[in-house]
């Protein structure tokens, strides 16, 4: 195994870090019994209502998934627009674009089941808490989806939000148990990214690297992994960077 740490019980701990956060709360502590369909976190000083979705599944080399992939594939072909029944890492950049489109949705059906949860509990919160003015933020974390590479799991959310859930504005992710490397890091880490989804690019201000500092430091001080910080300057080395068996 590439992973010499401790398996972590990410949700809780999230959840218990939120706690010691400045002016954050966690809604059901202050609500102990929603009668709505309520987000996780509220983060007054930045008006930030935050939902925590852990996606561990993945079934992409199940066999329904599979026979899936495997009819589009051969439709595809059918139509001469691939030159070849399988898809590649070095064949995917070339692909055509409504293909690449069929595939993630027939590969990320895990991912869009919390991302359309969250964004009703998101909408929900603010609507019954009067918080109109907040924004919606998703922390999506990876717990066990090892078959897409960080830019993936990354892109997929990205897109689906772009298009189809209006509450989230703000995309924040992070591995728990899944290390990745890359070009610029070969050796095992984690990474953090804070994205804006209606600006298409990192999220301003302080508030994404300050949660990631508080994280780190709070799963160094609960389980001793080390906090160290991992800049990702470059792109390029990023998108190709892949995730290591656990």
């Not at 019980?9 to 218990?16: K, Q």
């Not at 070339?94 to 949705?105: D, G, V």
């Not at 209006?166 to 990474?191: C, D, L, W």
Request: hydrophobic share 40%; charged share 25%.
């Amino acid at each position: 195994t590439v992973n010499p740490y401790p398996h972590i019980d990410v949700e809780p701990l999230f959840t218990e870090m939120v706690r010691d956060y400045p002016m954050a709360c966690v809604l059901t502590d202050k609500i102990p019994h929603p009668k709505f369909l309520n987000a996780d976190f509220i983060f007054h000083h930045e008006k930030i209502v935050a939902e925590f979705k852990r996606v561990e599944k993945d079934g992409t080399d199940g066999p329904k998934v599979q026979a899936k992939i495997a009819s589009v594939l051969e439709k595809y072909y059918a139509e001469a627009k691939i030159k070849e029944k399988q898809i590649t890492e070095e064949n995917w950049p070339s692909l055509p674009k409504e293909f690449q489109n069929e595939i993630y949705n027939i590969t990320t059906d895990s991912i869009k089941v919390h991302i359309e949860k969250a964004n009703k509990q998101i909408k929900a919160t603010k609507v019954n808490l009067g918080l109109e003015s907040y924004k919606g933020c998703l922390i999506l974390v990876n717990d066990g989806v090892e078959s897409f590479p960080p830019v993936t799991f990354l892109w997929v959310a990205f897109r689906l939000i772009q298009h189809h859930f209006s509450g989230i504005t703000y995309i924040i992710t992070f591995p728990a148990n899944v290390f990745a490397k890359s070009r610029e890091h070969p050796m095992p880490v984690q990474y953090w990214l804070g994205l804006d989804v209606e600006k298409m690019g990192k999220m301003e201000g302080s508030f994404s690297d300050d949660l990631n500092e508080a994280w780190m430091k709070f799963v160094a001080h609960k389980t001793g992994i080390p906090a160290i910080r991992r800049e990702f300057n470059d792109v390029e080395g990023f998108w190709k960077a892949r995730n290591l068996p656990n």
